[in-house]
C-alpha cells in the first residue's frame, strides 16, 4: 500500500514563504502523477499543482503559479511545494496526492482522480 506524507507546514506569517515535502513510502513503484491540492473546512479541494505524464512538465491551477512551484524527485518519488509571499487565504490543510495511471493536462486538477493521499499538513498564515 502506497503512503504519503506531507511535511513541513506550520505558522507563518503574511508575506512569508514555507516549504512543503511529500514523500511516498519506500518501495513504491513511480508514480505517473504527484501534485499538491489543499482544502479549507466545508470547501472542496483546491488543485495547486501537479506533474503531468512526462514526468517534468508541470501544470497549476488558476493564479497558483504566481507564487506555488511544486518540484519533484522522480526517483525517490518526493514532491516538494515552494509557497512565496503568502496570504492569510493561504491558510487550509495541503495535500499530497499521486496516481498510479497516466491521465490528460485537463484531468490533474480533480481530485477523485488520484489514487492516493497523504494525511495532510496545516498551514495557517497570519496577517
Known amino acids: 500500500q502506497v503512503q504519503l506524507v506531507e511535511s513541513g507546514g506550520g505558522l507563518v506569517q503574511a508575506g512569508g514563504s514555507l516549504r512543503l515535502t511529500c514523500e511516498a513510502s519506500?518501495?513504491?513503484?513511480?508514480?505517473?502523477?504527484m501534485g499538491w491540492f489543499r482544502q479549507t473546512s466545508g470547501e472542496e479541494r483546491e488543485f495547486i499543482g501537479a506533474f503531468g505524464a512526462s514526468g517534468t512538465d508541470t501544470f497549476y491551477g488558476h493564479s497558483m503559479k504566481d507564487r506555488f512551484t511544486i518540484s519533484r524527485d522522480g526517483a525517490k518519488n518526493t514532491l516538494w511545494l515552494q509557497m512565496n509571499a503568502l496570504k492569510s487565504e493561504d491558510t487550509a490543510v495541503y495535500y499530497c496526492?499521486?496516481?498510479?495511471?497516466?491521465?490528460?493536462?485537463?484531468?490533474?486538477?480533480?481530485?477523485?482522480?488520484?489514487?492516493?493521499w497523504g494525511q495532510g499538513t496545516q498551514v495557517t498564515v497570519s496577517s
Open positions: 519506500e518501495g513504491t513503484p513511480s508514480l505517473i502523477h
Open positions: 496526492a499521486a496516481a498510479k495511471y497516466a491521465m490528460s493536462a485537463m484531468m490533474l486538477s480533480i481530485a477523485a482522480r488520484y489514487d492516493y
